[in-house]
């Protein structure tokens, strides 16, 4: 039942009467985009007309007058566009600083998993997350982590099951439960995994999937288990398979993965409303050099799509989708979020508003409020190695190890066999993953072919998806000294050679995010990664974003772990 309330529903009505009042004409609005042609979602068409602005909301479209007017004339307005799913922390920086990088493209919305923090953090990390993001002007909504531990076999920084997220459905910026990886689980009855789903419905929440190339018959396990979408599809089939069961499509193009063109042909009016526009994980330099939504944007129209079906797949089907029923359309009652672009050739966004407040013109951005994080949650964020020291002994084995072969290209391995020690001439190389969570002394060892390295070590905590400290070097020494000076910085990368560091990004918070501004992130990143390459790292390979993948036992053919080698193929360790 609706309850009034004194003082916030007064203001509330108030504000209410005002808009009607300003939609009727009888008042001017706060801003009016005069002459505005604009994509019209419903109607599948440019539409013309003055829009008008009062509270934040779009008042009206027709002939308005306004405090502030200004002449769209030749341009076009778009939506603001949304982020379907996105790992905040894959930018490697603060909320607040990915926000300064995606709102002069145009996003204006961003749903986020805390997948990566919440691994190191348990549910302190979704608390520091939506600290870090509150009353931001890009509004980031949440789904929950569904899976930390990704695996059993991970040794995380937290348990979660669904009691520990039952609290977080009453916050008004959590939309449901985040990718369903443990797909194995769900389709062999798991209970830990059904009892998230079963309490992500009684909240009435949406949930996302995660489930490549499922045989038809788990696919129809996995779905009717209550997963409504999914962001893994890099083939065409695999898509129709899941859009014809009803499944809303995350088509995904960011940095470690880009399924754009293999999706293209669902970017048509048959199937183009069951999809979404997402990112997954966005580097620095991606956001930096590339942009973020309007990318993807743009890249389809250049690939063949209608520029009104990009758009409207940019922002209100995952609006719609997400049941965030004021956003992604120019139209009454909807929020003032705007893009204004000179013409869907050139694609350059000129202005972007957010609810009617213009924030930046001509890449240019206005400033904003940075959230502040509680006192004791900023310490704990920033005191998350429990480790002792490493040593050379540390890393030495008395017996063969499995070899990770690596695959052009791709994240993927190969069984390359064992070996009993480091050869770089063979390009056989350590690789260790260290438990640094809860001081367990556990580290799993094994090697590495087809990264390259010739001398000194790598070292990273951004390690998927539990971030211990993951280091491949051509020396037991010099992985230590790597690995200790990770530790030291409280998280981040280093690039190690004669017994100094040669480079590094320090990302103290959590071991996975960094306190600097994003440029003089990408900056040390861009400089670790020529270090990297200065070492014999080929050049065809990302140093870190490959090596942080090799510790995912998830992914085909063989992984490593902080208890060693294992056989995802065969679910064995070596």
């Excluded at 979660?160 to 769900?186: C, I, K, T, W």
């Excluded at 944007?297 to 029923?325: E, M, Q, S, T, W």
Aim: net charge negative.
């Amino acid at each position: 039942m609706f309850e009034p309330h004194t003082g916030d529903l007064q203001q509330k009505l108030e504000q209410k009467r005002r808009l009607i009042r300003v939609a009727m004409g009888q008042e001017k609005a706060d801003l009016v985009l005069k002459n505005a042609t604009y994509v019209n979602v419903f109607s599948n068409a440019l539409c013309h007309g003055d829009i008008a602005v009062a509270e934040g909301l779009i008042a009206g479209i027709g002939s308005y007058t306004g405090t502030v007017e200004a002449d769209c004339s030749g341009k076009i307005v778009l939506p603001g566009f949304l982020d379907a799913h996105i790992h905040l922390e894959s930018s490697l920086v603060s909320p607040a600083e990915f926000v300064k990088a995606v709102l002069p493209h145009g996003t204006t919305t961003v749903i986020t998993d805390p997948h990566e923090i919440a691994n190191v953090m348990g549910t302190d990390g979704i608390d520091y997350m939506l600290q870090a993001t509150e009353g931001l002007p890009v509004d980031v909504r949440f789904m929950l982590p569904s899976c930390v531990p990704a695996t059993p076999l991970d040794e995380a920084g937290a348990d979660l099951d669904y009691r520990s997220l039952e609290r977080f459905y009453a916050h008004p910026r959590v939309q449901g439960l985040a990718e369903m990886m443990n797909f194995v689980g769900v389709i062999n009855g798991d209970e830990a995994c059904l009892k998230k789903i079963l309490s992500a419905q009684s909240f009435h929440k949406k949930i996302d999937g995660h489930a490549p190339d499922l045989p038809i018959n788990a696919l129809n396990a996995y779905m009717s288990a209550g997963v409504y979408s999914d962001h893994e599809c890099h083939d065409l089939n695999d898509a129709i398979a899941k859009l014809e069961r009803g499944q809303f499509i995350m088509i995904r193009d960011g940095t470690a993965a880009r399924n754009l063109e293999a999706l293209m042909p669902l970017l048509t009016e048959q199937y183009a409303d069951r999809c979404m526009f997402c990112t997954d994980d966005k580097h620095p330099n991606d956001l930096l050099e590339k942009g973020h939504i309007d990318y993807i944007v743009k890249k389809a129209i250049r690939l063949g799509a209608d520029p009104i079906i990009a758009v409207k797949v940019a922002c209100h089907n995952a609006a719609r989708y997400f049941l965030l029923n004021n956003r992604g359309a120019v139209a009454p009652g909807y929020l003032a979020d705007f893009v204004i672009i000179d013409n869907f050739h050139n694609f350059n966004i000129e202005k972007v508003y957010k609810e009617g407040r213009l924030m930046a013109e001509s890449g240019a951005l206005r400033d904003f409020p940075v959230p502040e994080i509680d006192p004791a949650l900023h310490r704990r964020a920033h005191e998350t190695f429990h480790l002792p020291p490493l040593s050379a002994a540390d890393l030495e084995t008395s017996h063969p190890c499995g070899i990770l072969g690596m695959v052009d290209g791709e994240i993927t391995t190969v069984d390359a066999g064992r070996a009993e020690g480091i050869e770089p001439d063979r390009d056989i190389l350590k690789i260790a993953v260290v438990e640094r969570h809860q001081n367990t002394g556990h580290i799993g060892i094994g090697y590495l072919r087809g990264y390259g390295l010739r001398f000194g070590a790598i070292a990273t905590s951004v390690s998927h998806d539990s971030h211990n400290i993951i280091v491949v070097g051509a020396s037991d020494a010099d992985c230590a000294a790597a690995a200790n000076r990770v530790a030291e910085l409280g998280g981040g990368i280093v690039v190690w050679n004669d017994g100094r560091s040669m480079a590094e990004v320090p990302l103290s918070v959590a071991g996975i995010m960094s306190d600097e501004p994003l440029g003089i992130v990408n900056e040390k990143l861009e400089a670790a990664k020529e270090q990297a390459h200065s070492l014999g790292v080929s050049r065809g390979i990302d140093p870190f974003m490959t090596l942080s993948f090799m510790a995912l036992p998830v992914i085909p053919t063989l992984r490593i772990t902080t208890r060693g080698v294992f056989n995802v193929t065969t679910q064995q360790y070596m």
